[in-house]
């Protein structure tokens, strides 16, 4: 039974900087996608980033140049340093592993994690507010 949790969510200025984590457990082997999607109120689940076994990534159009994922395959965790945080980008935040699901969501341009994500942790909401 695949789960993730995720950590680091919370209130911040905009221009501020927030850092989420997410662990995975029950997964320590094999080579997949890890990335992070977010969900506004009234709005679609919105693919923001992905990383792949190698470190290759790929961002959403709204957060390149502010957001940086990251991954350590030793600790199954997964990463999301933002920077310049905007009021736009008030969300929960869901980390979230390849596997099957219905729904195909890709995240920027490119070839890079060009696959469906169908483990998914509950959401950890940042809210940038003055």
């Known amino acids: 039974q695949l789960q993730l949790v995720e950590s680091g969510g919370g209130a911040v200025q905009p221009g501020g900087s927030l850092r989420l984590s997410c662990e995975l457990l029950?997964?320590?082997?094999?080579?997949?996608?890890m990335g992070w999607f977010r969900q506004a109120p009234g709005k679609e689940r919105e693919g923001v980033a992905a990383?792949?076994?190698?470190?290759?990534?790929t961002y959403g159009d709204s957060v390149k140049g502010r957001f940086t994922v990251s991954r350590d395959n030793a600790k199954n965790t997964l990463d999301l340093q933002m920077n310049s945080l905007k009021p736009e980008d008030t969300a929960m935040y869901y980390c979230?592993?390849?596997?099957?699901?219905?729904?195909?969501?890709?995240?920027?341009?490119?070839?890079?994690?060009?696959?469906?994500?169908?483990?998914w942790g509950q959401g950890t909401q940042v809210t940038v507010s003055s």
């Open positions: 979230a592993a390849e596997g099957p699901h219905r729904d195909y969501l890709p995240i920027g341009p490119g070839s890079v994690c060009r696959v469906t994500f169908g483990y």
């Open positions: 029950g997964r320590t082997y094999g080579r997949y996608c």
């Open positions: 990383i792949d076994h190698d470190g290759n990534t």
